[in-house]
Nanobody
Framework: QVQLVESGGAMVQAGGSLRLSCVVS????????VGWFRQAPGKEREGLSC????????FYEDSVKDRFTLFRDDRNHALYLQMNNLKPEDPAVYYC????????????????????WGQGTQVTVSS
């Protein structure tokens, strides 16, 4: 059974940095994709970044492309989202997500494509 367990959410000042972690386990297919979504109060879930084992290239949505970095640590079964220059529009619950199989690289993020979701971790940005 696939499990995704996030951690690292916190309150940080605007302009600061934060790293979210996700422990990934249970994938059984040869390829899979993992990534991050977020959801702010009253808003729809927003895809941020993903990576597929099909090509190991990270994809970023335009809203975070120059500030967030996604990387995997396969030895520790972890996925990280490094967030820099946090802005007032970044507060949300951040979700680690996954799906398998993933026969192609990530080229976009859509809620319906991800079968597995973590419980979420809260990020707050103070001005």
């Amino acid at each position: 059974q696939v499990q995704l367990v996030e951690s690292g959410g916190a309150m940080v000042q605007a302009g600061g940095s934060l790293r979210l972690s996700c422990v990934v386990s249970g994938f059984t297919r040869e390829t899979y994709a993992v990534g991050w979504f977020r959801q702010a109060p009253g808003k729809e879930r927003e895809g941020l970044s993903c990576i597929s084992t099909a090509d190991n290239k990270a994809f970023y949505e335009d809203s975070v492309k120059d500030r967030f970095t996604l990387f995997r640590d396969d030895r520790n079964h972890a996925l990280y989202l490094q967030m820099n220059n946090l802005k007032p529009e970044d507060p949300a619950v951040y979700y680690c997500v996954g799906t398998e199989p993933a026969n192609y690289g990530c080229a976009g993020m859509y809620v319906h494509e991800y079968d597995y979701w973590g419980q979420g971790t809260q990020v707050t940005v103070s001005s």
